[in-house]
């Protein structure tokens, strides 16, 4: 079947059908990873957009549940230049186009993806559709126009419920704004026992955990449409340790009074070298995030820049100059991508380790010694999530 990519600007690819069949409108961005199309699938940060993979051949080693980072993909579209239809992987379970029929995200093959990324480059992430229908260009068109593109993706993509993952060692309240199973793999590797809770969390409920630290995950959109985790994040500024990781290290900026902007066309791929300022080494990293922090938005905020993008000098890297608190853009869990920034998990855990031995416990805490071992069911006011331990 004949599918067709039309761009905002007019551009149209035409190539081949494979996945889900229908019309599909979304944000078109482009990754540069040569591997790891399924984790990219499944990655709540690319919800509602379209993937176009750079790297030519997809599809060669099939899909297995192992490689999941969520339940299910959140993608609307998967634009590559050659679909491989037979796997070779021993491993594989079933073809890239089943997984795609079955979770209905459009597939097109066959077209340039070479181009489209030049163009991409040039004119910047645009919205597009990619339609397996007959309808005109024309109807196409409209459709494009009148879609608006989603605001809502962290709500679409968060946890509904508080849920754990018991381990022995520090309690760290996940705050899902559309995490990686990579970040809770990192953490239950440590020994963590892990709580995660919805994106709409607040800050008195956290509290409630007692958590030893907290931890900002990744997610999709404008982290300016994320405002009541901002105000979240401010109030718990300073009483715990907080490490935040890509949509989570930019709502860390915003908390405290930096500002955030889009990129042109976004950072996507397992290859981006970041520099780390304090010791001058540099690491290959993946990343996958549209805005970036403002570099003129840092003084009088209190925060450090302490890594940059060695390709476009954008932030990488937050540190608190007062508050045991620090970020980064890019993914140091990665799937798909390079372990070079795996220490980060540590360097929280450490900083955990620091901020007990130099701050006496609060009374309030002490009282509430006895709950720890156990997360209370809770309810209250209207939006308040019930909280019981699986």
């Known amino acids: 079947m004949q599918a067709r990519l039309l761009l905002e600007d007019g551009s149209l690819f035409v190539g081949k059908a494979f996945g889900a069949e229908g019309d599909t409108v979304g944000e078109v961005v482009f990754n540069t990873g040569m591997t790891g199309y399924q984790e990219l699938l ?55 186009d089943y997984f795609l029929k079955e ?45 608006a593109l989603l ?22 309240v996940l705050v899902d704004f559309g995490t990686k199973s990579g970040i809770m793999k990192e953490l239950s590797d440590r020994g963590c026992d892990v709580v995660v809770v919805p994106h709409d969390t607040t800050a008195e409920q956290i509290r409630r955990l007692i958590p030893d630290g907290i931890l900002l995950s990744n997610g999709p959109g404008n982290p300016k449409n994320v405002s009541y985790a901002v105000q979240m ?12 990781i890509c949509l989570g290290h930019q709502l860390f900026a915003l908390a405290c009074g930096a500002d955030t902007e889009k990129l042109k066309f976004g950072h996507r791929g397992g290859n981006h070298p970041v520099k780390d300022l304090r010791t001058g ?35 990488e890297g937050l540190k608190h100059t007062k508050y045991m608190a620090f970020s ?46 156990s997360i209370q069911q809770m309810s209250g006011t209207k939006g308040e999530a019930h909280y019981a331990e699986k």
Not at 54 to 81: H, K, M, S, W
Not at 152 to 172: F, H, L
Not at 286 to 308: D, M, P
Request: aromatic share 8%.
């Open 103 to 147: 979770y209905g995200i459009v597939g097109i093959s066959e077209i340039d993806t070479r181009m489209l990324t030049r163009l991409i480059r040039q004119s910047g992430a645009m919205k597009g559709i990619l339609s397996i229908s007959k309808r005109s260009v024309e109807e196409l068109m409209e459709i494009v126009n009148g879609t």
């Open 233 to 244: 994040i401010q109030e718990l500024l300073g009483e715990v340790p907080i490490f935040g």
């Open 281 to 315: 080494k540099c690491y290959m990293t993946s990343q996958n995030h549209g805005y970036t922090v403002k570099e003129e938005s840092i003084a009088g905020t209190g925060l450090e820049i302490t890594h940059v993008n060695i390709n476009d000098r954008t932030i």
């Open 42 to 96: 499944t990655d709540p940060s690319y919800c509602g957009q379209i993937i176009t993979m750079t790297y030519p051949l997809v599809g060669n080693y099939g899909i297995t549940r192992d490689d999941f980072e969520a339940v299910r993909p959140f993608a609307n579209g998967f634009v590559v230049r050659k679909y491989e239809e037979v796997p070779s992987n021993w491993r594989a379970q079933c073809t890239l």
């Open 328 to 373: 980064v853009q890019y993914h140091p869990e990665a799937s798909p991508g390079p372990f070079d920034s795996n220490h980060l998990f540590d360097d929280f855990l450490e900083s955990i380790d620091s901020f007990k031995r130099n701050r006496s416990q609060p009374v309030r805490q002490v009282q509430m010694l006895a709950e720890r071992k």
């Open 151 to 172: 605001k809502d993706q962290v709500a679409r993509v968060s946890t509904r419920s508080v849920y754990s993952v018991p381990g022995n060692k520090e309690r760290i």
